[in-house]
């Protein structure tokens, strides 16, 4: 049974950093290609980063480059996001999200299995 449990979010001031993780179970991370999004109120779903898993190839959302960095340990079967000069546009619920594919990964849509999600809030 695939099961994906996010962590790591909370309240933070702007500029401030935050590290989620998202603990996979029922197979292996390796294989498939891995992925965060977001949801805040009001707004659409936007697709934040994602890795391939034919190449380890990354994708990052332009929102966020250069400041969230997404990575995988594939001995814990846990994904990382690390979220470094928070800003208060990054409030929202963030998931981590899987699927099984040949291809290169992609930001815009919804893979084949997701988390619960984890709220970050960045206010002072």
């Known amino acids: 049974q695939v099961k994906l449990v996010e962590s790591g979010g909370g309240l933070v001031q702007p500029g401030g950093s935050l590290r989620l993780s998202c603990a996979a179970s029922g197979f292996s991370l390796g294989f498939y290609n891995i992925g965060w999004f977001r949801r805040a109120p009001g707004k659409e779903r936007e697709g934040v980063s994602c890795i391939s898993s034919s190449d380890g190839g990354t994708l990052y959302a332009d929102s966020v480059k250069g400041r969230f960095t997404m990575s995988r340990d594939n001995a814990k079967n846990t994904m990382y996001l690390q979220m470094n000069s928070l800003k208060p546009e990054d409030t929202a619920v963030y998931y981590c999200?899987?699927?099984?594919?040949?291809?290169?990964?992609?930001?815009?849509?919804?893979?084949?299995?997701w988390g619960q999600g984890t709220q970050v809030t960045v206010s002072s």
């Open positions: 999200q899987v699927e099984q594919s040949p291809d290169r990964c992609y930001l815009g849509g919804l893979y084949d299995y």
